[in-house]
């Protein structure tokens, strides 16, 4: 509970760490950062205090409440095809079809953020440019990938000849599809700065693309629809050399390499980029999960008890081995691994039985976990059901309650036992299918 609470302070703190300076707030935060007063603290001083949200050195990104009205429209088109095999055919189309074609790609390995692109012209690579964005903590892949569509639109401007059509190559479809919209999302200074290099592109297209004979004194460049430019997506790992080609170069970015300042878009070119929002909160995320563990391991629910059951826990892996139980079945392994079954022992402990003892073995045998699973000679018969498929492992508890393979045969042997019936109802041994439900077999 401590560290959900935590999440939440921090998701507050993050959101008003990327408030625009128009916001309200924004002066007040910048006052309360400056030091956590003594003196009648305010909230906000224990909250921007309490999760050390402005400890780093890079500033936040800014969410602006509105970016472009939502009418806008881009000045490239996207194309992504409904499958990887008719993307590839079109990347491979595209490779005769354009003269000019630039690929891109970001990338994170080692805790480290990068982007690439590269331009060809007529099947040859005429140019390169790398950035290296800065940590995993800092940034996410998807910044990445932005920053590698901003890099190919300017090696796009590079150029100083007129052409017609163009296009780029990403393997992203989230990316295409958020130039498409105009929300405030994290990151969106990116989206917003790519629409700006575009309109960028096609105003220096369009200088060249018009006659200086035409160029009267009122005349102004156009900045949509000069040349053609087309986003197309072109999936990863189906050998599409261009495509692995960029994968490298954007591996080589995330290991630490930039490409000279005076080669970059102007947004790159001074600062490191400001820390993303989304990739605050999963830094945060991951330490508190890591806490979470340390916690767990230290607690005496960990240490008087489940280390005996699944020492890998916290882990998906149990979540996973039941996944294709069904709720009660799912249920009752749960509880007979953490001691919570309904059994006397238990039942006594919280009040609801008069006495701990087995009902069949009477005093002097606790109904323990292990009395019920393994000792209790009243269930002798259902027991010898489940050595028959497990073997010695039947009268191993550790195995029964850890190994996803013994599960059905647990509860087979709870149902035959007929021990839990009252409470469980009939454990069937297959999740029951959605129609035939009302007609399950009559519980003995
Ligand atoms: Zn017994």
Aim: glycine share 4%; with cysteine; net charge positive.
């Amino acid at each position: 509970m401590s560290l959900l609470l935590e999440k939440h302070l921090f998701r507050a703190a993050s959101r008003l760490a990327t408030l625009p300076k128009s916001h309200p707030l924004h002066p007040i935060i910048r006052r309360a950062k400056r030091h956590y007063v003594k003196r009648h603290p305010a909230p906000i001083h224990h909250l921007l205090h309490r999760t050390g949200i402005f400890d780093t050195q890079l500033p936040y990104e800014t969410i602006d409440v509105i970016r472009r009205r939502s009418t806008f429209e881009p000045t490239f088109s996207v194309h992504i095809p409904p499958d990887k095999q008719q993307a590839l055919e079109e990347a491979k189309r595209r490779r005769h079809a354009y003269k000019v074609r630039v690929y891109s790609d970001g990338s994170g390995i080692d805790g480290q953020i990068g982007a690439a692109a590269a331009l060809y012209i007529n099947g040859r690579i005429k140019g390169k440019l790398f950035y290296h964005l800065g940590k995993a903590t800092d940034h996410t892949v998807y910044e990445a990938e932005l920053v590698g569509v901003l890099l190919a639109q300017h090696l796009l401007r590079s150029i100083n000849q007129p052409f017609y059509r163009a296009t780029i190559g990403l393997d992203n479809q989230a990316v295409i599809l958020a130039t498409q919209n105009q929300q405030p999302k994290p990151a969106h200074y990116l989206l917003d700065a790519i629409h700006s290099e575009s309109m960028e592109l096609m105003k220096k297209q369009s200088r060249m693309h018009t006659p200086t004979a035409l160029r009267q004194p009122d005349w102004q460049p156009d900045d949509r629809g000069v040349f053609d430019l087309s986003i197309h997506w072109t999936p990863g790992h189906m050998d599409f050399t261009e495509n692995e080609d960029i994968d490298g170069d954007a591996k080589t970015a995330a290991q630490g390499f930039t490409s000279p300042a005076n080669k970059l878009p102007a947004l790159l070119r001074k600062h490191p980029l400001p820390r993303s929002l989304s990739a605050a909160r999963q830094a945060n995320l991951a330490d508190l999960k890591k806490r979470h563990t340390e916690q767990w391991k230290k607690s005496k629910r960990y240490t008087h008890r489940m280390k005996f059951i699944d020492p890998t826990m916290p882990s998906p892996k149990f979540l996973k081995s039941i996944s294709n139980l069904t709720r009660p079945q799912a249920a009752i392994i749960t509880q007979l691994r953490t001691g919570h079954a309904p059994l006397n022992e238990h039942l006594h402990r919280i009040k609801r039985s008069a006495t701990p003892n087995c009902p069949h073995c009477g005093p002097g045998f606790t109904e323990s976990v292990r009395h019920f699973l393994i000792q209790c000679r009243h269930h002798s018969r259902a027991r010898y059901q489940m050595y028959r498929k497990l073997k010695r492992n039947a009268y191993n508890i550790e195995y029964l309650l850890q190994a996803p393979k013994a599960f059905p045969h647990v509860i087979k042997f709870i149902r035959d036992s007929n021990r839990l019936s009252n409470i469980f109802g009939d454990l069937e041994t297959h999740p029951p299918k959605e129609q035939e439900a009302p007609n399950a077999a009559p519980q003995q």
